[in-house]
């Protein structure tokens, strides 16, 4: 007799949106802020091809999990991938 195989289990595709929907800034002078910030971090990184400075850029750090998600206004991520839309963080 042959014992039985557990089915694997079926894995639902997750969607992680590119968008919340939330403006970057709440109002002028905020984004005046933001966009100083994300300049001045950006331009000391700009010749470090291993940096990405990025602005509202959607981090996601519980896999499978969408809903929990955060875009900071100015964030830097080492070894990226350029012309990311969402950066998803895998933790091994």
């Given at each position: 007799?042959?014992?039985?195989?557990?089915?694997?289990?079926?894995?639902?595709?997750?969607?992680?949106?590119d968008s919340d929907g939330q403006p970057v800034a709440d109002n002028t002078l905020q984004f005046k802020w933001?966009?100083?910030?994300?300049?001045?971090?950006?331009?000391?990184?700009?010749?470090?091809?291993?940096?990405?400075?990025?602005?509202?850029?959607?981090?996601?750090?519980?896999?499978?999990?969408?809903?929990?998600?955060?875009?900071?206004?100015?964030?830097?991520?080492?070894?990226?991938?350029?012309?990311?839309?969402?950066?998803?963080?895998?933790?091994?």
């Amino acid at each position: 007799m042959t014992p039985a195989v557990p089915a694997s289990p079926i894995r639902k595709r997750i969607i992680y949106p590119d968008s919340d929907g939330q403006p970057v800034a709440d109002n002028t002078l905020q984004f005046k802020w933001i966009h100083t910030i994300f300049g001045g971090v950006d331009g000391v990184f700009k010749d470090d091809p291993n940096v990405l400075v990025a602005g509202d850029l959607l981090w996601y750090p519980v896999e499978g999990e969408p809903t929990v998600r955060c875009a900071p206004r100015c964030s830097g991520r080492v070894r990226p991938t350029q012309g990311r839309t969402r950066f998803l963080q895998a933790v091994a």
